[in-house]
């Protein structure tokens, strides 16, 4: 069972896009702020990464 999961929920995982854009929206304005760049811009970013998870979420929809 453990197999299981480690081959093909792990492996569907880091196929998938709206993985790497979850990712993304925890590191990105993480590296921003360290690099001090204004709030703003990093709520910007933020909210950019979850438009990006959403339409990935539409098409995968879309696809089925």
Known sequence: MKKFFSKYLIGQ???SKKFWYAISSVVVPAIVTML???SATATELYHAILVL?????IADVAKK
């Open 53 to 57: 998870i959403v339409g990935q979420g």
């Open 13 to 15: 995982m880091v196929k």
């Open 36 to 38: 001090g760049v204004d």
